[in-house]
């Protein structure tokens, strides 16, 4: 997804540790599993501009994970999801 690219990049310039950098774009790859499973399932959410999608996926945290994921799961992912949304908020649109 095209909007994720430039908040990695703002990430590796903070000089996160390896570990840190590759929960943020593990709990990416699953924000982007779920956009998509979202618009699988939702045929209307086709229709809406992803960059719209994404910022309501993050609004408060992240989306609820599939069933199965554990506690520590779920807050590592929503705290990725509320770093991108502030993110989203300081960029130009």
Sequence with gaps: MAA?????????A??????????????????GGELIRDVNTTPALRKRPM???????????GPVLYPGDSEA???????????LRRFLEQQPH
């Design 4 to 12: 994720f690219r430039p908040f990695l990049d703002h990430l590796l």
């Design 14 to 31: 903070r000089r996160l540790s390896r570990n840190t950098l590759r929960k943020h774009v593990d709990n990416l790859w699953r924000l």
């Design 51 to 61: 960059a719209a999608l994404l910022f309501e996926a993050v609004e408060d945290g």
């Design 73 to 83: 799961a779920q807050r590592s992912f929503d705290s990725t999801c509320r770093k």
